[in-house]
């Protein structure tokens, strides 16, 4: 196999891929909770993606890229066979729970709650807990059940999966943060609640978790640009300290998370990333 050589490929919605690579070097240092750096060419941009799978012994990391802009398009363009110019990694602190002993690992009781193309990352980090002896539930929330993922994998490494739907076409109609709360007051107990998804998501699953005393970790990967700090794109107060999501985080206490400041950051190049999706539009019909 060559370097960073695409071995299978996805499309788990219209508009979100889902991709084998191979990276020995890689897989064989990945931990839940971190992320790589991908460019798809020479001159492409630097995509942060967190790790959604890892098999040591076949030597491969599996990414999933949601169709956002013009990289994550030249991303999701390549096809089986074909190479990433580079894949990065792993970066980031692992999951907090990857230092669990046995013991602890045996008394705790997860209920992660997963938005959209957040659903996979939540993957590795259920599978791996679950494996060890955790109790896991997991939530996965979409706007409707053409935009649901991951539904037979996650059922397979947790205890119990509900699945939401914001118009109701499959399963429990409403938000993920209701079901939450039907969860909880239906009597179930949980020691953590880690949320990853839409940073709106992420924030009112966190004003709920608060609301029912239940503490909350949150994945911010998506400020990232450079992944090692140095650009400071990924700046985001925490606890009312300037943190950095790439090499601090990603994943950060939501009660201390200031999710409004992330939001109005994360909005700040929209129109820039229109346009690029636009030329590479242009481009791509040109090259044809």
């Given at each position: 196999?060559?370097?960073?050589?695409?071995?299978?490929?996805?499309?788990?919605t219209?508009?979100?891929c889902?991709?084998k690579?191979?990276?020995?070097?890689l897989?064989?240092?990945?931990?839940?909770?971190?992320?790589?750096?991908?460019r798809?060419?020479?001159?492409?941009?630097?995509?942060?993606?967190?790790i959604?799978?890892?098999?040591?012994?076949?030597?491969?990391?599996?990414?999933?890229?949601q169709?956002?802009?013009?990289?994550?398009?030249?991303?999701?363009?390549?096809?089986?066979?074909?190479?990433?110019?580079?894949?990065?990694?792993?970066?980031?602190?692992?999951?907090?729970?990857?230092?669990m002993?046995?013991?602890?690992?045996?008394?705790?009781?997860?209920?992660?709650?997963?938005?959209?193309?957040?659903?996979?990352?939540?993957y590795?980090q259920?599978?791996?807990?679950?494996?060890?002896?955790?109790?896991?539930?997991?939530?996965?929330?979409?706007?409707?059940?053409?935009l649901?993922?991951?539904k037979?994998?996650?059922a397979?490494?947790?205890?119990?999966?509900?699945i939401?739907?914001?118009?109701?076409?499959?399963?429990?109609h409403?938000?993920?943060?209701?079901m939450?709360?039907?969860?909880?007051?239906?009597g179930r107990?949980?020691?953590?609640?880690?949320?990853?998804?839409?940073m709106?998501?992420?924030?009112?699953?966190?004003?709920?978790?608060k609301?029912?005393?239940?503490p909350?970790?949150?994945?911010?990967?998506?400020?990232?640009?450079?992944?090692?700090g140095?650009?400071?794109?990924?700046r985001?107060?925490?606890?009312?300290?300037t943190?950095?999501?790439?090499?601090?985080?990603?994943?950060?206490?939501?009660?201390?998370?200031?999710?409004?400041?992330?939001?109005?950051?994360?909005?700040?190049?929209?129109?820039?990333?229109?346009?690029?999706?636009e030329?590479?539009?242009?481009?791509?019909?040109r090259?044809?």
């Open positions: 196999m060559k370097k960073f050589e695409i071995l299978t490929k996805e499309m788990l219209p508009a979100i889902r991709m690579v191979s990276a020995p070097l897989a064989a240092s990945a931990l839940p909770g971190q992320f790589l750096m991908v798809a060419d020479e001159k492409g941009e630097r995509v942060p993606l967190t959604s799978d890892y098999d040591r012994r076949e030597g491969s990391v599996t990414i999933v890229t169709y956002i802009g013009a990289s994550s398009a030249a991303i999701i363009g390549k096809e089986v066979g074909e190479c990433f110019a580079d894949v990065a990694g792993p970066l980031g602190v692992p999951s907090e729970f990857v230092n002993d046995a013991g602890q690992l045996a008394s705790q009781s997860y209920i992660f709650i997963a938005g959209g193309v957040g659903t996979a990352p939540v590795p259920a599978k791996w807990l679950h494996e060890r002896g955790a109790k896991v539930d997991v939530i996965i929330g979409a706007k409707t059940a053409d649901l993922i991951y037979e994998e996650m397979a490494v947790c205890d119990n999966l509900f939401c739907t914001d118009d109701g076409s499959e399963g429990f409403g938000l993920v943060t209701a939450l709360e039907k969860l909880v007051g239906e107990k949980y020691t953590m609640a880690v949320a990853i998804g839409p709106i998501m992420m924030k009112f699953s966190t004003l709920t978790a609301k029912l005393g239940l909350i970790t949150v994945s911010l990967n998506t400020l990232m640009v450079d992944g090692t140095m650009c400071g794109a990924c985001v107060s925490v606890g009312g300290k943190r950095f999501a790439c090499v601090e985080g990603p994943e950060f206490d939501g009660y201390l998370v200031d999710f409004d400041e992330a939001m109005r950051r994360q909005g700040q190049y929209r129109s820039e990333e229109k346009q690029a999706l030329d590479h539009r242009c481009k791509i019909g090259d044809r």
